[in-house]
């Protein structure tokens, strides 16, 4: 919702990238059954309900759905995290039951990057990152850097048996991206606990 073209180009633009449905409303008509606004930051004071500035969210896709689902529960889900290690790395990411990204990399440092971008950004219950252990060398880098990235994450290592077999309901999707879903969504061996001392900070919005 917003009188700015510029604005609502943007935003039109970030929830069609995202996969997610919305609908376009002019400020002063009928809001009909929103749950959730977005706006400029300058309109946003003019807005009642649960309001949203585009310029507080992230621009990836997967960052950004993951915020307007946190925001829509109030952070009660928990993020999962599955990777993949190999020269292709994969990795999926899920809010809940729903996945944010599916995504392949070919440095374990971008790989942390991005999921460091979704730990700064995406308010929730917990964090649990979850790796393979198809490669030690790799997930022992991994490990290493997500410690840095997310240092609130629970960090577990997957036993990748299986993962690899393919799923009527993952085409589409490569190979490595589907092998990290599974693995996402499989119970490891805890390597980093969460630390019960650090308070996250996420850019953006508040609760």
Not at 28 to 35: K, N, S
Request: hydrophobic letters at 40%; one cysteine or more.
């Amino acid at each position: 919702m917003t009188s700015k073209a510029v604005v609502y180009y943007a935003i039109v633009s970030r929830m069609r990238k995202a996969g997610l449905p919305f609908s376009s409303v002019l400020p002063g008509a009928d809001r009909g059954d929103c749950t959730l606004i977005i706006t400029s930051a300058s309109e946003t004071k003019q807005l009642g309900g649960m309001v949203l500035a585009l310029e507080d969210l992230d621009e990836n896709p997967g960052v950004f759905k993951g915020q307007l689902l946190s925001r829509l529960n109030g952070g009660g889900e928990v993020v999962l995290v599955g990777v993949d290690p190999g020269t292709r790395i994969g990795l999926a990411v899920f809010y809940g039951e729903t996945s944010l990204e599916y995504s392949t990399f070919s440095s374990v440092a971008a790989l942390s990057r991005r999921v460091g971008a979704f730990v700064r950004g995406v308010p929730a219950k917990e964090f649990v990152i979850r790796i393979g252990n198809g490669n030690p060398a790799i997930a022992a880098k991994l490990i290493e850097l997500l410690r840095l990235e997310a240092p609130d994450a629970v960090i577990e290592i997957v036993d990748e048996h299986g993962t690899s077999v393919r799923s009527v309901r993952m085409r589409g999707i490569q190979g490595d991206q589907g092998a990290a879903a599974k693995i996402a969504l499989r119970k490891g061996e805890v390597v980093s606990p969460k630390s019960p001392t650090r308070a996250r900070v996420h850019r953006g919005f508040r609760m």
